[in-house]
């Protein structure tokens, strides 16, 4: 009964490769988000998309690109990868409304060498 | 952007004593919520806090939802091993996005059997 399910758990790549990370959630949220925590464990929104519709793109790089194919699903694809997108990506689901907290997936350790 | 001072940055204590952490930010907020994030994993929900001068207990937890909307404290009382991990507040800015959960950057409390 997984909330919100994010695959892969780690993922291990070289610079310069294309990689994508899934998640799904299964609570009826409207909401999804991408959420980007570094070594220090600071969280950081990347992404927020209401209804598959984005809302929010916290100054990303545009070789980050989220897609939302139904309500139900964000992934996030990312191109040429560079040392520094090491971290861990956190996808989170809310309802729709101020007052929602969100709920987590477990985390995609990304490290790129 | 909007940043929480959450502190203490760490802890370190006992088995049965009692832990107290807090937030501030420099504008007002409409929603506080507590996390706790243990190794591996993303982080949980604790409590959520949604009216000025809110005190609201999960268990041994407690929070508050500050009269002045710009902070807000969680405390955990009789504290024991399961209890460690790293604990984040997180806010929606008053006038904000309502799809924008800024955290704080989290008190790493360690407690010693």
């Known amino acids: 009964d997984t909330a919100v399910s994010q695959t892969p758990k780690y993922l291990v790549t070289q610079m310069g490769n294309d990689k994508s990370i899934k998640c799904e959630q299964n609570?009826?949220?409207?909401?999804m988000y991408w959420y980007k925590q570094d070594s220090k464990k600071f969280l950081k929104i990347m992404f927020s998309y209401n209804n598959k519709e984005l809302i929010i793109n916290e100054t990303v790089p545009n070789r980050f690109s989220p897609k939302s194919p139904d309500k139900a699903h964000l992934n996030l694809h990312i191109n040429s990868l560079e040392l520094g997108d090491s971290a861990v990506y956190f996808c989170?689901?809310?309802?729709?409304?101020?007052?929602?907290?969100?709920?987590f997936g477990n985390g995609t350790r990304l490290t790129v060498t | 952007g909007q940043q929480l001072n959450q502190s203490p940055q760490s802890m370190f204590i006992q088995e049965g004593e009692d832990v107290s952490m807090n937030c501030t930010s420099s504008?007002?907020?409409?929603?506080w919520l507590w996390y706790k994030q243990d190794p591996g994993e993303g982080p949980v929900l604790l409590i959520a806090l949604y009216k000025a001068g809110e005190l609201t207990s999960n268990g041994r937890l407690t929070a508050q939802f500050g009269i002045t909307r710009k902070d807000s404290f969680l405390n955990i009382s009789a504290s024991i091993p399961s209890d460690v991990g790293i604990y984040f507040c997180?806010?929606?800015?008053?006038?904000?996005?309502?799809?924008?959960?800024?955290f704080g950057k989290g008190t790493l409390l360690t407690v010693n059997p």
């Open positions: 609570l009826g949220h409207d909401t």
């Open positions: 997180a806010g929606r800015e008053s006038g904000g996005s309502n799809y924008k959960l800024t």
């Open positions: 504008s007002i907020f409409n929603t």
């Open positions: 989170a689901s809310s309802r729709q409304g101020s007052n929602s907290p969100l709920h």
